[in-house]
Structures are given as C-alpha cells and as structure tokens.
C-alpha cells in the first residue's frame, strides 16, 4: 500500500508566493562597489568616475561600502543627484557620518516599493532597508 501525501490547505499559495517572489528576483538587478571615498567638496575626476561607473551599471539595487560621508552636503548632493540621474533615478540610504567606513543604498525609483524601515549600526557598517 502506497502512503498518500497530505497537502496543506496553503500548499499552493506558498508555492505560487515562492514562483512570484523568483520571477520578480529572476528580473532584478544588483550591483556591489566599494567606492574608497565620496567625501569630497569640490568636482573631481575621480569623483565623476566613481558615479559615473555607479550610474553605468544601472542596477535596481546598487550596495556601496566605504562611502566616508562625513560631510552633510556631499551626502546631501548625492541624493540629488541621483534621485535625478538620467540612466535611472534612485533613492539613497546612506549610513555614513565619519571620514572612515560608511555604507549606501540605492534603490531604483522604478520598483514598486515602500520603505518600512530604515536600521544603521553605530559603527557604520551596516544599513538595512
């Protein structure tokens, strides 16, 4: 006699969560940059490289680590920037305040999102969005 498998009355819901979670994932874009410094208050060449490069992947989530971002108004600038960029506007989340370590995120204005929560450790090492 062959034992009958029982399906859980949200078996199937689970499953099709899972297939939309992976077509949605299937279709989304992340790239990773450790940009050595964006502290910095005047226009640079290595400055417009490294956002320039940033820009050129165009991923949907773009992580970026030792950002530096000690001072305000740069950190400020970025945001307007990007926000604005022609290839594709984003929304920063930055954890970034001293000249060492400091981390970002941007997310593409494209994606159907909203924003829960925001978490920073204390070190500047960690963003969670």
Known sequence: ??????????????????????????????????????????????????????????GDFCFMSDMRLSNNTVKEDLARFWLLSTKKNYQCFFNSTKSKRGVGILISKNLNYEVDKVLKDDKKNIICV
């Not at 009355?9 to 790239?31: D, E, F, G, H, Y």
Request: aromatic residues 2%; proline residues 3%.
């Open 1 to 58: 006699m062959q034992a009958r498998r029982l399906k859980s009355p949200n078996a199937n819901n689970w499953a099709n969560r899972l297939l939309n979670l992976a077509t949605v994932l299937n279709n989304l874009t992340i790239c990773c940059q450790n940009v050595n410094s964006m502290n910095v208050s005047t226009n640079c060449p290595k400055q417009t490289e490294k956002i320039a490069s940033i820009n050129g992947k165009g």
